[in-house]
Protein backbone atom coordinates (compact mmCIF):
# COMPACT_ATOMS: atom_id res chain seq x y z
CA UNK A 1 0.00 0.00 0.00
CA UNK A 2 1.09 3.50 -0.82
CA UNK A 3 0.47 6.18 1.84
CA UNK A 4 0.43 10.02 1.76
CA UNK A 5 0.82 11.32 5.12
CA UNK A 6 -0.20 14.96 5.74
CA UNK A 7 1.18 16.77 8.98
CA UNK A 8 3.07 19.66 10.29
CA UNK A 9 6.33 18.81 10.56
CA UNK A 10 7.77 20.86 13.87
CA UNK A 11 7.50 19.66 17.13
CA UNK A 12 3.83 19.38 17.86
CA UNK A 13 2.22 16.00 19.36
CA UNK A 14 0.42 15.89 15.61
CA UNK A 15 3.15 16.23 13.93
CA UNK A 16 5.53 13.65 16.04
CA UNK A 17 2.27 10.81 15.91
CA UNK A 18 1.99 11.39 11.99
CA UNK A 19 6.12 11.11 11.59
CA UNK A 20 5.99 8.01 14.22
CA UNK A 21 3.66 6.35 12.76
CA UNK A 22 4.83 6.93 9.16
CA UNK A 23 8.15 5.86 10.16
CA UNK A 24 6.46 2.52 11.18
CA UNK A 25 4.52 1.82 8.11
CA UNK A 26 7.47 1.83 6.39
CA UNK A 27 9.54 -0.31 8.15
CA UNK A 28 6.83 -2.57 7.65
CA UNK A 29 7.14 -2.06 4.13
CA UNK A 30 4.45 0.13 2.87
CA UNK A 31 5.35 2.88 0.24
CA UNK A 32 5.13 6.66 2.80
CA UNK A 33 5.00 9.85 1.24
CA UNK A 34 5.24 12.85 4.04
CA UNK A 35 3.61 15.89 2.56
CA UNK A 36 4.37 18.70 4.19
CA UNK A 37 5.96 22.02 4.56
CA UNK A 38 9.40 21.07 5.59
CA UNK A 39 11.06 17.97 6.55
CA UNK A 40 9.17 16.33 9.75
CA UNK A 41 11.51 16.96 12.64
CA UNK A 42 11.90 13.01 13.78
CA UNK A 43 11.69 11.39 9.45
CA UNK A 44 14.37 9.03 9.07
CA UNK A 45 14.51 9.78 5.07
CA UNK A 46 17.36 7.37 4.84
CA UNK A 47 14.57 5.19 4.67
CA UNK A 48 14.28 3.69 1.21
CA UNK A 49 10.54 3.37 2.11
CA UNK A 50 10.11 6.85 3.20
CA UNK A 51 9.78 9.67 0.55
CA UNK A 52 9.64 13.47 1.35
CA UNK A 53 7.63 16.35 -1.02
CA UNK A 54 8.16 19.99 0.60
CA UNK A 55 4.69 22.56 -0.23
CA UNK A 56 6.86 25.35 -2.16
CA UNK A 57 4.70 28.29 -1.76
CA UNK A 58 5.68 30.87 -4.72
CA UNK A 59 5.42 34.32 -2.90
CA UNK A 60 4.15 37.28 -4.91
CA UNK A 61 4.35 40.43 -3.81
CA UNK A 62 0.19 40.85 -4.80
CA UNK A 63 -0.48 38.34 -2.01
CA UNK A 64 -0.42 40.17 1.61
CA UNK A 65 -0.82 36.15 2.63
CA UNK A 66 0.35 33.60 0.75
CA UNK A 67 -1.78 31.08 -0.87
CA UNK A 68 -0.53 27.81 1.02
CA UNK A 69 -3.25 25.62 1.06
CA UNK A 70 -3.44 26.13 -2.79
CA UNK A 71 0.33 25.32 -2.40
CA UNK A 72 -0.42 21.72 -0.67
CA UNK A 73 -3.99 20.74 -2.57
CA UNK A 74 -1.68 21.20 -5.53
CA UNK A 75 1.58 19.27 -4.28
CA UNK A 76 -1.44 16.46 -2.91
CA UNK A 77 -2.66 16.49 -6.45
CA UNK A 78 0.87 15.77 -8.07
CA UNK A 79 2.62 13.30 -5.25
CA UNK A 80 -1.11 10.95 -5.66
CA UNK A 81 -1.01 11.34 -9.61
CA UNK A 82 2.93 10.87 -9.76
CA UNK A 83 3.52 8.30 -7.53
CA UNK A 84 -0.20 6.41 -7.53
CA UNK A 85 -1.30 6.31 -3.91
CA UNK A 86 -3.75 4.39 -2.68
CA UNK A 87 -4.53 6.01 0.30
CA UNK A 88 -4.43 9.83 2.04
CA UNK A 89 -3.77 10.50 5.76
CA UNK A 90 -4.34 14.13 6.94
CA UNK A 91 -3.31 14.68 10.59
CA UNK A 92 -4.48 17.93 11.77
CA UNK A 93 -8.09 18.93 10.14
CA UNK A 94 -6.61 22.44 9.38
CA UNK A 95 -5.63 22.83 6.97
CA UNK A 96 -4.73 19.42 5.72
CA UNK A 97 -8.37 17.57 5.68
CA UNK A 98 -9.50 20.99 3.98
CA UNK A 99 -6.85 20.81 1.21
CA UNK A 100 -7.01 16.89 0.40
CA UNK A 101 -10.19 17.28 0.04
CA UNK A 102 -9.72 19.77 -2.91
CA UNK A 103 -6.54 17.83 -4.21
CA UNK A 104 -9.19 14.95 -4.63
CA UNK A 105 -11.75 16.88 -6.76
CA UNK A 106 -9.09 17.94 -8.87
CA UNK A 107 -7.97 14.03 -8.86
CA UNK A 108 -11.52 13.28 -9.53
CA UNK A 109 -10.80 15.15 -12.84
CA UNK A 110 -8.16 12.30 -14.15
CA UNK A 111 -9.83 9.04 -11.92
CA UNK A 112 -7.24 9.13 -9.62
CA UNK A 113 -9.07 10.22 -6.40
CA UNK A 114 -7.87 8.25 -3.28
CA UNK A 115 -9.54 7.83 -0.19
CA UNK A 116 -8.87 10.72 2.93
CA UNK A 117 -8.21 9.60 6.53
CA UNK A 118 -8.51 12.12 8.87
CA UNK A 119 -7.20 11.91 12.37
CA UNK A 120 -8.52 14.71 14.84
CA UNK A 121 -5.69 15.73 17.48
CA UNK A 122 -7.04 18.11 19.80
CA UNK A 123 -6.99 21.64 19.22
CA UNK A 124 -8.11 21.74 15.39
CA UNK A 125 -11.27 20.85 17.71
CA UNK A 126 -11.46 22.13 20.35
CA UNK A 127 -9.80 25.85 20.00
CA UNK A 128 -8.84 26.72 16.60
CA UNK A 129 -11.32 24.93 14.84
CA UNK A 130 -13.74 26.75 16.94
CA UNK A 131 -12.83 30.38 15.25
CA UNK A 132 -15.85 31.33 13.39
CA UNK A 133 -12.84 31.89 10.51
CA UNK A 134 -12.58 28.27 9.89
CA UNK A 135 -15.34 26.59 11.87
CA UNK A 136 -17.57 25.85 8.73
CA UNK A 137 -14.36 24.59 6.63
CA UNK A 138 -13.30 22.73 9.19
CA UNK A 139 -16.68 21.08 9.52
CA UNK A 140 -17.21 20.42 5.84
CA UNK A 141 -14.22 18.80 5.66
CA UNK A 142 -14.32 16.22 8.43
CA UNK A 143 -17.55 15.17 7.06
CA UNK A 144 -16.42 14.55 3.65
CA UNK A 145 -13.12 12.41 4.56
CA UNK A 146 -13.94 8.69 4.35
CA UNK A 147 -12.91 7.49 8.00
CA UNK A 148 -12.59 9.86 10.75
CA UNK A 149 -10.47 9.09 13.94
CA UNK A 150 -9.57 10.68 16.71
CA UNK A 151 -6.82 10.60 19.53
CA UNK A 152 -8.91 9.67 22.56
CA UNK A 153 -12.78 9.03 23.69
CA UNK A 154 -12.61 12.70 24.80
CA UNK A 155 -11.78 13.74 21.83
CA UNK A 156 -14.65 12.24 20.09
CA UNK A 157 -17.42 13.52 22.61
CA UNK A 158 -15.96 16.92 22.16
CA UNK A 159 -16.15 16.67 18.26
CA UNK A 160 -19.84 15.34 18.74
CA UNK A 161 -20.39 17.90 20.63
CA UNK A 162 -18.82 21.36 18.60
CA UNK A 163 -19.55 19.78 15.14
CA UNK A 164 -22.49 18.38 13.18
CA UNK A 165 -20.63 14.80 12.21
CA UNK A 166 -22.47 12.68 10.34
CA UNK A 167 -20.12 10.12 10.19
CA UNK A 168 -18.63 7.32 12.98
CA UNK A 169 -15.75 8.49 14.06
CA UNK A 170 -12.99 5.87 15.28
CA UNK A 171 -10.91 6.27 18.47
CA UNK A 172 -7.33 5.18 17.91
CA UNK A 173 -5.28 6.40 20.91
CA UNK A 174 -1.64 7.71 20.64
CA UNK A 175 1.07 5.71 20.96
CA UNK A 176 4.58 5.37 21.99
CA UNK A 177 7.37 3.24 21.10
CA UNK A 178 8.69 1.68 24.54
CA UNK A 179 11.67 -0.11 22.62
CA UNK A 180 13.17 3.01 22.00
CA UNK A 181 13.61 4.03 26.12
CA UNK A 182 14.64 0.64 26.91
CA UNK A 183 18.16 0.86 25.03
CA UNK A 184 20.24 3.94 25.62
CA UNK A 185 22.73 4.77 28.14
CA UNK A 186 21.18 7.10 30.81
CA UNK A 187 22.87 10.38 30.91
CA UNK A 188 24.84 10.99 34.46
CA UNK A 189 21.93 12.58 36.50
CA UNK A 190 24.67 14.97 38.42
CA UNK A 191 24.71 17.18 34.71
CA UNK A 192 21.11 18.02 35.92
CA UNK A 193 20.84 18.35 39.72
CA UNK A 194 22.88 16.98 42.72
CA UNK A 195 22.43 13.95 44.52
CA UNK A 196 19.89 15.48 47.17
CA UNK A 197 17.83 17.10 44.39
CA UNK A 198 14.73 15.45 43.11
CA UNK A 199 14.18 16.67 39.28
CA UNK A 200 11.06 17.89 38.07
CA UNK A 201 10.20 18.14 34.31
CA UNK A 202 7.77 20.21 31.81
CA UNK A 203 8.05 19.64 27.95
CA UNK A 204 5.73 21.49 25.60
CA UNK A 205 5.70 23.93 22.81
CA UNK A 206 4.91 26.89 25.81
CA UNK A 207 1.81 27.96 24.76
CA UNK A 208 -0.95 29.50 26.92
CA UNK A 209 -3.04 26.27 26.87
CA UNK A 210 0.08 24.49 28.83
CA UNK A 211 -1.04 26.87 31.60
CA UNK A 212 3.32 27.11 31.63
CA UNK A 213 2.98 29.81 34.95
CA UNK A 214 1.43 26.71 36.92
CA UNK A 215 4.13 24.53 36.12
CA UNK A 216 6.47 27.13 37.73
CA UNK A 217 4.19 27.93 40.67
CA UNK A 218 3.96 24.33 41.25
CA UNK A 219 7.38 24.39 41.13
CA UNK A 220 8.02 27.26 43.71
CA UNK A 221 5.62 25.36 46.26
CA UNK A 222 7.28 22.41 46.08
CA UNK A 223 10.82 23.69 46.42
CA UNK A 224 9.95 24.95 50.09
CA UNK A 225 9.42 21.75 50.58
CA UNK A 226 11.75 19.48 48.59
CA UNK A 227 14.98 20.09 47.61
CA UNK A 228 14.56 19.89 43.97
CA UNK A 229 15.10 21.74 40.23
CA UNK A 230 13.08 22.43 37.62
CA UNK A 231 13.82 21.14 33.64
CA UNK A 232 12.12 23.09 30.88
CA UNK A 233 12.27 21.70 27.66
CA UNK A 234 10.28 23.18 24.18
CA UNK A 235 9.79 27.01 23.07
CA UNK A 236 7.28 29.14 22.59
CA UNK A 237 5.19 32.24 22.99
CA UNK A 238 5.69 31.63 26.98
CA UNK A 239 8.97 31.66 27.34
CA UNK A 240 8.59 35.47 28.19
CA UNK A 241 6.16 34.13 31.30
CA UNK A 242 9.13 32.06 32.28
CA UNK A 243 11.59 34.83 31.87
CA UNK A 244 9.01 37.11 34.26
CA UNK A 245 8.85 34.38 36.55
CA UNK A 246 12.55 33.92 37.04
CA UNK A 247 13.29 37.95 37.36
CA UNK A 248 10.61 38.15 40.01
CA UNK A 249 11.86 35.08 41.93
CA UNK A 250 16.11 35.59 41.03
CA UNK A 251 16.40 33.08 43.99
CA UNK A 252 15.05 30.07 42.00
CA UNK A 253 17.92 30.90 39.11
CA UNK A 254 19.73 28.11 39.29
CA UNK A 255 17.18 26.15 39.97
CA UNK A 256 15.15 26.14 37.00
CA UNK A 257 16.89 24.75 33.71
CA UNK A 258 15.46 25.89 30.51
CA UNK A 259 16.87 23.37 27.72
CA UNK A 260 15.01 24.42 24.58
CA UNK A 261 14.67 22.27 21.79
CA UNK A 262 16.64 19.03 22.55
CA UNK A 263 17.37 15.82 20.72
CA UNK A 264 17.78 13.61 23.18
CA UNK A 265 14.48 14.27 25.28
CA UNK A 266 13.95 10.31 26.28
CA UNK A 267 17.16 10.54 28.35
CA UNK A 268 16.16 13.09 30.33
CA UNK A 269 12.30 12.32 30.68
CA UNK A 270 14.42 9.21 31.99
CA UNK A 271 15.97 10.97 34.77
CA UNK A 272 13.40 12.75 36.13
CA UNK A 273 11.23 12.15 39.10
CA UNK A 274 8.18 13.99 38.48
CA UNK A 275 6.23 15.02 34.93
CA UNK A 276 4.00 18.50 35.51
CA UNK A 277 1.51 19.38 32.79
CA UNK A 278 -1.29 21.54 34.46
CA UNK A 279 -2.55 22.15 30.97
CA UNK A 280 -6.00 23.82 30.21
CA UNK A 281 -7.01 21.32 27.02
CA UNK A 282 -5.21 18.54 25.91
CA UNK A 283 -7.05 16.08 23.93
CA UNK A 284 -4.39 12.92 24.76
CA UNK A 285 -1.21 14.32 26.48
CA UNK A 286 1.41 12.69 24.16
CA UNK A 287 4.03 14.10 26.01
CA UNK A 288 2.58 12.43 29.60
CA UNK A 289 2.98 9.31 27.56
CA UNK A 290 6.17 9.78 26.41
CA UNK A 291 7.05 10.46 30.42
CA UNK A 292 5.93 7.40 31.81
CA UNK A 293 7.07 5.55 28.91
CA UNK A 294 10.46 6.46 30.81
CA UNK A 295 9.12 5.53 33.88
CA UNK A 296 8.33 9.26 35.25
CA UNK A 297 4.92 9.49 37.10
CA UNK A 298 3.05 12.41 35.89
CA UNK A 299 1.13 15.22 38.03
CA UNK A 300 -1.41 17.14 35.83
CA UNK A 301 -5.26 18.59 34.97
CA UNK A 302 -7.73 16.75 34.63
CA UNK A 303 -8.38 18.19 31.51
CA UNK A 304 -9.87 16.56 28.19
CA UNK A 305 -8.14 12.91 27.47
CA UNK A 306 -5.38 13.06 30.06
CA UNK A 307 -7.60 10.77 32.61
CA UNK A 308 -7.16 8.08 29.75
CA UNK A 309 -3.63 8.40 30.10
CA UNK A 310 -2.32 9.55 33.48
CA UNK A 311 -4.45 7.06 35.93
CA UNK A 312 -5.22 8.75 39.58
CA UNK A 313 -3.29 7.40 42.64
CA UNK A 314 -1.60 5.00 39.89
CA UNK A 315 0.80 6.48 37.46
CA UNK A 316 0.77 9.97 38.99
CA UNK A 317 -2.13 12.14 40.61
CA UNK A 318 -4.59 14.18 38.42
CA UNK A 319 -6.30 17.81 39.87
CA UNK A 320 -8.82 19.98 38.57
CA UNK A 321 -7.33 22.83 35.70
CA UNK A 322 -6.03 25.84 37.66
CA UNK A 323 -5.86 23.76 41.58
CA UNK A 324 -1.88 24.93 41.66
CA UNK A 325 -2.13 23.81 45.56
CA UNK A 326 -3.38 20.62 44.90
CA UNK A 327 -1.05 19.71 42.17
CA UNK A 328 1.83 20.80 44.25
CA UNK A 329 0.59 19.26 47.85
CA UNK A 330 0.59 15.83 45.29
CA UNK A 331 3.88 16.58 43.87
CA UNK A 332 5.40 17.13 47.49
CA UNK A 333 3.60 13.92 48.67
CA UNK A 334 4.98 11.86 45.78
CA UNK A 335 8.55 13.20 45.89
CA UNK A 336 8.46 13.15 49.66
CA UNK A 337 8.10 9.30 49.72
CA UNK A 338 10.57 7.27 48.25
CA UNK A 339 8.38 4.13 48.10
CA UNK A 340 5.24 5.96 46.85
CA UNK A 341 7.52 7.34 43.87
CA UNK A 342 9.39 4.12 43.23
CA UNK A 343 5.64 2.33 42.91
CA UNK A 344 4.62 4.76 40.88
CA UNK A 345 7.45 4.65 38.18
CA UNK A 346 6.63 1.20 38.13
CA UNK A 347 3.32 2.01 37.22
CA UNK A 348 4.22 4.60 34.71
CA UNK A 349 6.01 2.12 32.94
CA UNK A 350 3.85 -0.51 32.87
CA UNK A 351 0.88 2.15 31.63
CA UNK A 352 2.94 3.45 28.77
CA UNK A 353 3.24 -0.66 27.75
CA UNK A 354 -0.83 -0.63 27.32
CA UNK A 355 -0.20 2.48 24.52
CA UNK A 356 2.95 0.96 22.81
CA UNK A 357 3.16 1.15 19.08
CA UNK A 358 2.84 -2.76 18.53
CA UNK A 359 -0.91 -3.07 19.65
CA UNK A 360 -1.76 0.42 17.85
CA UNK A 361 0.16 0.25 14.74
CA UNK A 362 -2.11 -2.67 13.73
CA UNK A 363 -5.51 -0.52 14.61
CA UNK A 364 -4.12 1.63 11.82
CA UNK A 365 -3.49 -0.89 9.34
CA UNK A 366 -6.84 -2.41 10.10
CA UNK A 367 -8.45 1.03 9.12
CA UNK A 368 -6.41 1.69 6.37
CA UNK A 369 -7.45 -1.74 4.66
CA UNK A 370 -11.77 -1.14 5.84
CA UNK A 371 -11.44 2.93 4.25
CA UNK A 372 -10.00 1.24 0.88
CA UNK A 373 -12.54 -1.43 0.90
CA UNK A 374 -15.28 0.63 1.37
CA UNK A 375 -13.81 3.56 -1.14
O1 LIG B 1 -1.09 21.43 21.61
C1 LIG B 1 -0.09 20.79 21.35
O2 LIG B 1 0.74 20.47 22.16
C2 LIG B 1 0.14 20.38 19.95
C3 LIG B 1 -1.02 19.64 19.44
C4 LIG B 1 -0.81 19.24 18.02
O3 LIG B 1 -1.79 19.04 17.37
O4 LIG B 1 0.29 19.14 17.50
O5 LIG B 1 -1.23 18.55 20.33
C5 LIG B 1 -2.46 17.91 20.28
O6 LIG B 1 -2.21 16.66 19.66
C6 LIG B 1 -1.39 15.77 20.41
C7 LIG B 1 -1.14 14.51 19.58
O7 LIG B 1 -2.33 13.87 19.25
C8 LIG B 1 -2.07 15.46 21.77
O8 LIG B 1 -1.26 14.59 22.52
C9 LIG B 1 -2.25 16.78 22.53
O9 LIG B 1 -2.93 16.50 23.74
C10 LIG B 1 -3.05 17.76 21.69
N1 LIG B 1 -3.05 19.08 22.35
C11 LIG B 1 -4.18 19.63 22.82
O10 LIG B 1 -5.27 19.10 22.76
C12 LIG B 1 -4.01 20.95 23.46
Do not use: W
Not at 14 to 38: C, D, P, Q, R
Not at 141 to 169: A, C, R, Y
Not at 308 to 333: P, R
Amino acid sequence: MKIGILCYPTYGGSGIVATELGMSLANKGYEVHFISSAMPARLDIANPNIFFHKVNVQTYPLFQYQPYDIALSSMIYRVVNLYKLDILHAHYAIPYAYAAFTAKQMLKEVNADVPLVTTLHGTDITLVGQHPSYKHAVEFSINQSDTITSVSESLKVDTLQKFHIKKEIQVITNFIDNSEFSNHEVCARKQLANPDEKILIHVSNLRPVKRVSEVLEIFKNVHKKVKSKLVIIGEGPDMEVINEFLEENPELMDKVRLMGKVNDLYKILELSDVFLLPSEQESFGLAALEAMAASTPVISSNAGGIPEVNIQGVTGFLAEVGNVEAMSNYTIKLLSDEKLLAQMKINAKEQAIKFDLKNILPIYEEMYEETLKKF
